[in-house]
């Protein structure tokens, strides 16, 4: 893979803080509430950024074999950060959320190297957001916000713009995912026919609101 561009980071860091700021808002309008937004989620959204921008200018593809390790990594940034004493206080989270990747990564990352040549970036992002997202999800915890990450990745990677939440675009969005999150993609009557509509959905979100303001010129 050939070095892409870069996210950038005080754009997406200034949309995370808008969204953050009207979330009680956005909240009370969602089919689902969800959790606030703290300083320390938004912080470290922005942290998985600044990792994955080291991957990126290295060309490295996270669904290899050797990208297995960095994509896992993913995931413990946008729960713990990276600071080692953090780290430690959640050994234990960190330990099991690795246990249970090893576990449901393999048909993931298999579906996503079927699909990556055959599907254009939006079916293949999208795909892999439903994926990830629908049950049994691949991590413990965080799996929206590291999912997120991750569709960016695939799109960035193959020269689109992301999706990053913004307060006009969060409804659409969250209500979009928590939709898929309470589809089992191993029952085979809601692969067949719940599945295909919400992936139509949420390719139609990135069509629409992908924005090169968040890479880097």
């Not at 300083?39 to 990792?51: G, K, L």
């Not at 915890?141 to 960016?152: C, K, Y």
Request: glycine share 4%.
């Amino acid at each position: 893979m050939v070095s892409s561009p870069r996210f950038h980071i005080s754009a997406i860091n200034s949309a995370l803080k808008d969204f953050q700021a009207e979330f009680l808002t956005i909240n009370e309008n969602l089919a689902m509430k969800r959790e606030d937004v703290s300083d320390d989620m938004v912080n470290q959204i922005v942290e998985a950024y600044v990792f994955l921008n080291g991957l990126l200018q290295k060309g490295m593809d996270l669904f290899t074999p050797a990208g297995m390790h960095s994509l896992l990594e993913m995931n413990h940034i946008v729960l713990c950060g990276s600071d080692p004493d953090q780290r430690m206080n959640y050994y234990h989270h960190i330990a099991e959320t690795r246990a249970r990747f090893m576990k449901r990564i393999k048909p993931i990352r298999a579906w996503v190297e079927k699909n990556e040549k055959k599907s254009n970036p939006y079916k293949l992002a999208a795909g892999f957001y439903l994926q990830n997202l629908s049950q049994p999800q691949l991590f413990i915890e965080g799996n929206h916000r590291t999912g997120n990450i991750l569709v960016n990745y695939l799109l960035v990677s193959k020269g689109l713009p992301p999706y990053i939440i913004t307060p006009d675009t969060a409804k659409e969005y969250l209500d979009i995912s928590g939709d898929i999150k309470f589809t089992d993609k191993d029952n085979s009557i809601e692969n067949t026919i719940k599945m295909p509509g919400q992936k139509k959905r949420f390719i139609s979100l990135l069509q629409e609101h992908s924005e090169t303001r968040f890479l880097e010129e």
